[in-house]
Antibody, heavy 125, light 107 residues
Framework: QVQLQESGPGLVKPSGTLSLTCAVSGGSISSSNWWSWVRQPPGKGLEWIGEIYHSGSTYYNPSLKSRVTISVDKSKNQFSMKLSSVTAADTAVYYC??????????????????WGQGTLVTVSS | EIVLTQSPGTLSLSPGERATLSCRAS???????LAWYQQKPGQAPRLLIY???SRATGISDRFSGSGSGTDFTLTISRLEPEDFAVYYC????????FGQGTKLEIK
């Protein structure tokens, strides 16, 4: 079964760039799935950041689009995210997740499963 | 952006009782794009329901989803101790958004 594992610095300085990587195991990142990042500020709800396909196609949350870049490394079976110009408001647990689904009878289904365990990133000087 | 509003914010029930969680969208959502997740403290969200009513693999049949348009419901028929957690609904329109969550706590 597919498993995801986030990695990256746990502390980033304000105005800096937050960089995280998600390693995919138990399956190929070149499968017919999209690969997403979702974050959760402490004690708050979930916010979708963006997603990438193995071809390199990306979609981003409009509210973060100007600061985020998601890339894929098929040779390492992993994908990454960079969030620039961070502030304390970007402090959160960052999750990577497989965004999967299918289309049938003129309807398409989309959902996130599985998720990585998450990694806490704190923005502070 | 489609906003999802979940109610109640907190639901206090006892094991064995039935839980009904609501998710209301600011505009109509395709049922096929509505999912529910369970999150326990310190853990990642876990998929429960996709397509508004289809249970994910390995999910107990005590969990069921229903609804269409702007109103969706997650029902847990007989609460077990492990069901007490936070539940999120999620939709896909032009982007993905989540509700703010309903905390299901032991009464």
């Amino acid at each position: 079964q597919v498993q995801l594992q986030e990695s990256g610095p746990g502390l980033v300085k304000p105005s800096g760039t937050l960089s995280l990587t998600c390693a995919v195991s138990g399956g190929s990142i070149s499968s017919s799935n999209w690969w997403s990042w979702v974050r959760q500020p402490p004690g708050k709800g979930l916010e979708w950041i963006g997603e990438i396909y193995h071809s390199g196609s990306t979609y981003y949350n409009p509210s973060l689009k100007s600061r985020v870049t998601i890339s894929v490394d098929k040779s390492k079976n992993q994908f990454s995210m960079k969030l620039s110009s961070v502030t304390a408001a970007d402090t959160a647990v960052y999750y990577c997740a497989r965004r999967t689904g299918y289309c049938s009878d003129n309807s398409c289904y989309k959902w996130f499963d599985p998720w990585g365990q998450g990694t806490l990133v704190t923005v502070s000087s | 952006e489609i906003v999802l509003t979940q109610s109640p914010g907190t639901l206090s029930l006892s094991p064995g009782e039935r839980a009904t969680l609501s998710c209301r969208a600011s505009q109509s959502v395709s049922s096929s794009y509505l999912a529910w997740y369970q999150q326990k403290p310190g853990q990642a969200p876990r998929l429960l329901i996709y397509g508004a009513s289809s249970r994910a693999t390995g999910i107990s049949d005590r969990f069921s989803g229903s609804g269409s348009g702007t109103d969706f419901t997650l029902t847990i028929s007989r609460l077990e101790p492990e069901d007490f957690a936070v539940y999120y609904c999620q939709q896909y329109g032009s982007s993905y958004t989540f509700g703010q969550g309903t905390k299901l706590e032991i009464k």
